[in-house]
């Protein structure tokens, strides 16, 4: 019998598969979002909308509901350069760098994902890792008690490090090795409801920020929600409401649009958890917390370095004006500023191209009628080459942390000193992060090449 290698791709399918099956019994109210996205999806391939979706030709939609992305919180800095060492295995490499403490969240964080377009349609699960900052803790002590906490836990099974050293020395893994691969790495993170922390030690992290509470309390960095893809967000933020789940007031992102650009995404919120702490005695105490949650997001076009400052900017001028609450008191009055203002993004594909505010690829799509010039405006005018827009497969660090927010409560905000700190953050992480801006660049100049050289093929031996 031969033994056949499981590639990265394939790895982190059957990861995010088991994930997901974990995820839905461990958190059943995520199950009932992933359904309201199943049917929202199926009406929209099934209506005329379907046609503004820009499906890709190599987009399979029987598997247009599954997992984009999920999230992990860790401690420590040799915990996070470990992980980058098992998503390294299923081919997923850190892109990006948010900070979130210009939101008062005291992490930053990377995603790790698929690089090459083939790579993503083949399954773009990511995973969206932060790193927590506990020198943003104010309170020394605290900081020191919560330092010592998690220098004493291992997240990662001793199966999970040994494959991964297997995995790296033989440069991938066999079918077997692969399937132990994912059983032992889904470990990391299981959920445990029994804290390591005793139920004082958590009050006092909780006090200090709920988010180191969540980070330092317990054995291992928990998934705390997962997020498949929805066709039309609106509708299923609709259902999520409909169905009775505690949806997040507002939808993260750009409003909607003719063109979407970059990501939407909404959740219901984190639910109240039983959750036990140890006592001194050697029995438990029993307590809860809220960590874990779902989400949805549709994702639209790649933004160029210019349209982001656009996006970033108008985005500001809509939260100087209205800043959402989480009780969704002002949600009408946000959603409708938010339209008002994007007014001043163009909403068509053609302008955002020649205005370089976003990433396309072309197509050849026609033959250059003689004397056309070879400018890339004058091709598109002719109907020689045709756009289509690069879908943006990263975050956008004020929607990040308002789903994180939505999660930690309102009284979160205001309490953590802004120090951004990439360097420090790829020190931990042992290797730099990818520019976003850099990908998708790469990408359009590919695109355009691989056309013109196909144009130029076609009039010289014409
Ligand atoms: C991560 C929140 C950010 C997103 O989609 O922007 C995120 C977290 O709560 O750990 O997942
Ligand atoms: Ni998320």
Not at 224 to 229: I, K, V
Not at 417 to 423: H, K
Not at 424 to 444: M, T
């Amino acid at each position: 019998m031969t033994r056949r290698s499981r590639s990265p791709n394939q790895i982190r399918a059957d990861f995010s598969a088991a994930m997901s099956a974990m995820y839905r019994t461990e958190v059943p109210a995520y199950g009932d979002l992933v359904k309201i996205v199943g049917q929202t999806n199926v009406t929209v391939l099934n209506s005329p909308a379907r046609d503004a979706l820009n499906l890709t030709p190599d987009e399979d939609t029987t598997r247009i509901s599954q997992e984009r992305h999920g999230a992990i919180r860790l401690g420590t800095a040799a915990e996070l350069a470990m992980m980058a060492r098992v998503f390294r295995v299923m081919g997923m490499h850190p892109v990006g760098y948010y900070d979130l403490s210009v939101a008062s969240v005291p992490v930053h964080s990377t995603a790790f994902r698929p690089i090459a377009r083939a790579d993503l349609a083949e399954n773009p699960f990511r995973v969206f890792t932060s790193l927590l900052r506990l020198e943003l803790i104010a309170d020394a002590a605290l900081r020191e008690k919560a330092q010592a906490v998690l220098d004493r836990r291992q997240i990662f099974t001793e199966t999970a490090i040994a494959l991964t050293e297997t995995a790296e020395a033989n440069g991938g893994l066999e079918d077997g090795d692969a399937a132990d691969f994912v059983r032992e790495v889904l470990e990391t993170f299981r959920w445990h409801p029994e804290a390591c922390v005793d139920a004082e030690t958590f009050a006092a992290l909780i006090k200090a920020h709920r988010l180191i509470a969540d980070v330092v309390s317990f054995r291992g960095p928990h998934i705390n929600h997962l997020t498949p893809r929805t066709l039309d967000i609106d509708a299923a933020q609709d259902g999520m409401i409909a169905r009775g789940l505690p949806a997040k007031a507002i939808i993260e992102g750009p409003p909607r649009r003719t063109c979407p650009i970059l990501l939407r995404q909404t959740a219901f919120k984190a639910l109240d958890e039983p959750v036990r702490f140890p006592t001194p005695a050697g029995g438990w105490h029993d307590g809860h917390h809220t960590a874990r949650f779902g989400e949805i997001e549709q994702r639209g076009a790649a933004l160029t370095p210019k349209g982001r400052t656009l996006y970033d900017q108008l985005l500001a001028e809509v939260r100087a004006a209205v800043l959402p609450a989480a009780d969704g008191t002002n949600t009408a009055e946000y959603d409708a500023k938010l339209a008002e203002v994007f007014r001043k993004f163009p909403d068509d594909w053609r302008k955002l191209y020649d205005q370089g505010l976003a990433y396309f690829k072309f197509a050849v799509t026609g033959m250059p009628p003689p004397g056309t010039p070879q400018d890339v405006a004058a091709l598109l005018d002719a109907g020689v080459l045709t756009l289509s827009p690069i879908i943006y497969e990263d975050f956008l660090p004020v929607s990040a942390a308002g789903i994180f927010q939505s999660n930690l409560g309102d009284e979160a905000r205001d309490r953590v000193q802004p120090v951004s700190n990439q360097q420090q953050f790829e020190a931990a992480l042992g290797v730099p992060v990818a520019d976003e801006f850099a990908l998708y660049d790469a990408l359009q100049a590919d695109s355009l090449a691989a056309c013109l050289r196909q144009l130029s093929g076609t009039t010289s031996s014409g």
